[in-house]
Nanobody
């Protein structure tokens, strides 16, 4: 079993910054893709940013140029640096990791979610 623990959410004024972190622990052989998703009230969960094991990144158009995703393979962590935050960034943010627990077993795991609130 694998656990993902997120930290770093909170309340910030528009234009401010926050950094989210997510750490994986448990039965880990290798972690492939890592990503951050968010879900605002009344909306579907959407991809914010993703990063492959090789470091290639992908961002939602709405956050390009403002958010940066990074990972530390040695520590099994993924971070999301969020700058120039806007009220529309308000949501619960979830980290996700595609984890190989053994050479033949792969599963997607999710964190518990962390609230990000941006005031205008």
């Amino acid at each position: 079993q694998v656990q993902l623990v997120e930290s770093g959410g909170g309340l910030v004024q528009a234009g401010g910054s926050l950094r989210l972190s997510c750490a994986a622990s448990g039965s880990i052989f290798r972690i492939n893709a890592m990503g951050w998703y968010r879900q605002a009230p009344g909306k579907q969960r959407e991809l914010v940013a993703a990063i492959t094991s090789g470091g290639s990144t992908n961002y939602a158009d709405s956050v390009k140029g403002r958010f940066t995703i990074s990972r530390d393979n040695a520590k099994n962590t993924v971070d999301l640096q969020m700058n120039s935050l806007k009220p529309e960034d308000t949501a619960v943010y979830y980290c996700s990791m595609t984890v190989q627990s053994t050479r033949y077993t792969t599963r997607v795991y999710w964190g518990q979610g962390t609230q990000v609130t941006v005031s205008s």
